[in-house]
C-alpha cells in the first residue's frame, strides 16, 4: 500500500470522525444555541467535538509562552493566529478553555450537510464575495463580543494556493473590530500544521504541532498599526521556530 493511498484512507478516517461527533455533540450545541445566554454551555460541546476531532486524527500540541500576560476570564478578545490547516479550528478550540469563541468564517460552510446547520448558529458567517456582508461582520461581531464571547479571526483572510508563502498578507478584519470594540488582539502562532494537516488530501502525517503565545495587543493604536504589529510578530515567530 503506498503512502498516498494510506494518506486518503487517514482523511476517509476524518469523515468518519467528524460525521460520528458531529451527531453526538451537534444536537446539544444546536438546541443551546437558540438561547444566547446558553452559548458558553454549547460551547463545552464544540471544545468536546474539537477534542475528539483532534486527537482523533493523531494530533497533538505542544504549547510555548512567549510572554506572561495572562488572559482575563472576565474580557473579551479577538483571538488571531495564522492559517494553514483545516485544524487550526479545532486548535484554536481547544486552546481558548476560558473564552467561549465564535470564528468569522466562510458563508460556503453552511453548504455541509449537518455541519452545516450547526456552523450557521454559532458562527458570524460572511460572503467574501458581497461588499454589504463583509461590512456588517462588524456589528454581527460586535453583538456576539456583547453576549460575552470572544472572536477568532484569522487574518490572512483563507489560506494561499502557493503553500511556499510562509505568511500571507493580513486583511484589516481583526484590527478594525479591536479598534471599534476595544477589544485586545491575542496573537497565536502556529507551527507546524501546514506539513502535519495540509489542505492537500493526498499529504500528511499524524504528528506534532507547535504553538506559540506571542501575548496581548491593545487597542491603543490605529488599525493599520495593530495590523502590521500583528503581522511582524507571527512572521518573526514562523521565521525563528519553523523547521
Request: proline share 4%; hydrophobic share 40%; with cysteine.
Amino acid at each position: 500500500m503506498t503512502a498516498k493511498t494510506l494518506n486518503y484512507l487517514w482523511r476517509a478516517w476524518l469523515l468518519i470522525l467528524a460525521f460520528v461527533f458531529t451527531l453526538i455533540f451537534g444536537l446539544p450545541v444546536y438546541l443551546l444555541s437558540f438561547n444566547k445566554k446558553h452559548y458558553k454551555y454549547a460551547y463545552r460541546f464544540v471544545r468536546y467535538w474539537s477534542y475528539c476531532i483532534f486527537y482523533g486524527m493523531g494530533l497533538r500540541y505542544e504549547l510555548t509562552r512567549l510572554s506572561n500576560e495572562k488572559l482575563d476570564k472576565n474580557q473579551q478578545y479577538v483571538f488571531i493566529s495564522n492559517h494553514t490547516s483545516i485544524m487550526d479550528i479545532m486548535l484554536m478550540c481547544i486552546l481558548c478553555a476560558d473564552h467561549p469563541i465564535c470564528f468569522v468564517g466562510k458563508k460556503e460552510l453552511v453548504k455541509i450537510p449537518i455541519f452545516g446547520t450547526i456552523y450557521k448558529r454559532i458562527c458570524v458567517m460572511v460572503d467574501r464575495k458581497s461588499a454589504r456582508s463583509r461590512a456588517d461582520v462588524y456589528r454581527r461581531c460586535a453583538e456576539k463580543m456583547e453576549e460575552g464571547n470572544s472572536i477568532v479571526i484569522f487574518p490572512e483572510g483563507g489560506v494561499p494556493d502557493d503553500t511556499s508563502i510562509i505568511l500571507d498578507e493580513f486583511k484589516d478584519g481583526a484590527f478594525t473590530l479591536s479598534s471599534k470594540h476595544n477589544s485586545p488582539i491575542v496573537i497565536f502562532t502556529f507551527v507546524g500544521l501546514k506539513e502535519i494537516f495540509p489542505f492537500d488530501n493526498s499529504k500528511g502525517y499524524p504528528g506534532k504541532a507547535k504553538v506559540y503565545f506571542n501575548g496581548i495587543l491593545y487597542p491603543s493604536a490605529s488599525p493599520k498599526e495593530l495590523k502590521l504589529s500583528s503581522f511582524e510578530t507571527i512572521k518573526k515567530t514562523l521565521l525563528k521556530h519553523y523547521n
